[in-house]
């Protein structure tokens, strides 16, 4: 059976921008601690912030998020 999980690029489409966490915090209007724990897959976003991310990363958020499927 497969199993999958929702995974996200946001570190690297934000290193590659070369925006610290901080400033992409405030432009989302979260905490810092939120995007350490996106980018850690620690915390699936609500769709809020995830169109927030997509509009402060100026990227569409297929290229953000993907499902990461995984045999069990």
């Given at each position: 059976m497969k199993r999958g999980k929702v995974k996200n690029n946001i570190r690297n489409v934000r290193r590659m921008m070369d925006i610290t966490q901080q400033d992409l915090a405030d432009q989302v209007g979260v905490h810092r601690q939120t995007i350490l724990a996106i980018e850690k897959q620690k915390y699936e976003p609500?769709?809020?912030?995830v169109l927030a991310l997509?509009?402060?990363?100026?990227?569409?958020v297929e290229?953000?998020?993907f499902w990461d499927e995984e045999n069990e």
């Open positions: 609500t769709i809020g912030i997509s509009k402060a990363l100026n990227q569409p290229n953000l998020f």
